[in-house]
Structures are given as C-alpha cells and as structure tokens.
C-alpha cells in the first residue's frame, strides 16, 4: 500500500495490487477519500486500506482552437519562464552591479525565442492538431480495499453517525 523506502537492503517488489476485503465502491474518487478520512479521524489503523481506481479511461476534453496568436502566447509564456531561470542563475553568481538587469534581459530573450520556437512547431504541426486540449485518466469507479482482519471493524466505524 505504499512504497518501501529506498535504504532498505530488500530490493522493491513489483507494483502488485492490493488483496482484501472491499469496504465500499464509490463513483468519485472524492467520495472514496472521504471514507478514509472518516476512518482516520476515528483513529483507525488507515495504513491497512487502498483505494483503488479500476475501469480507467483516457479523456482529451478540448479547449479551443489553436492558432498562430495562441501558439505565440505559449510559446513566449515557456520562454519567459526558461529565461527567467536563466536570469536568476546569472543574478545570483554574478558579482556585476547591473545583475539585476540580466534578468529581465534572459526574460525578453526567452520570451522571443519561446515565441519563435511556438509558432515554427505550429506551422509544422498545424494539419494535424488544430486545437488545444487537457489530457487526463479517471477511473470509472473506486474501491475502498482493506485488510480482512480489520472489515468489521471499518464497517462498525463507519455504522456511526458523523460527528463533524
């Protein structure tokens, strides 16, 4: 249930799932959360559950179109960022009174090559991905697993009204 720590002299076994009883299904993964947190405030022993997502599916939800101006302002927003890495490195080890303008100059040349760099990788990808979308995996369902020898338990734990 979860990782064993890296000082170990035991080499990690692979990932397995978990085995035991099913507490409960619930359809959002905030629903299955929220019974562990209910255990946990009811000072049960929480190491000995999962929860385990099944059925997973990949959803692309789409946000817009993708054109020149968007890819632009993407690409100068990542360019921004990188150069003010950069600004800052040179800020920080440089004995130079005008450190500071070093920044804001990594920033502006960032920005422009990022701007560059969006629009040439739009204009050659542009046929084959004309929007912009969000990738994510989400489970169908959520199983509450737990150690056999504590179900009853859990059940008893979760049989009384809520005390929030």
């Not at 099913?22 to 049960?44: H, I, K, N, S, W």
């Amino acid at each position: 249930m979860s990782n064993q720590s890296r000082m170990s002299s035991r080499p990690a076994p692979f990932p397995t799932l978990p085995k035991g009883d099913v507490l409960g299904t619930y359809d959002t993964y905030d629903e299955a959360q929220a019974v562990v947190d209910r255990l946990a405030r009811a000072e049960f022993p929480v190491k000995q559950v999962a929860i385990v997502g099944s059925d997973l599916r990949t959803v692309e939800r789409v946000t817009g179109k993708m054109t020149y101006g968007r890819a632009a302002l993407a690409g100068a927003a990542s360019g921004l960022w990188f150069g003010l890495f950069l600004g800052l490195l040179l800020f920080i080890f440089s004995p130079s009174q005008n450190a500071i303008l070093y920044v804001g100059a990594a920033m502006l040349i960032g920005a422009g090559f990022g701007m560059l760099f969006g629009i040439v990788s739009y204009a050659l990808n542009r046929r084959r991905r004309d929007f912009t979308s969000i990738h994510q995996v989400i489970a169908a369902k959520y199983e509450i697993m737990i150690d056999p020898s504590l179900t009853t338990k859990a059940q008893d734990v979760l049989a009384q009204p809520r005390q929030d």
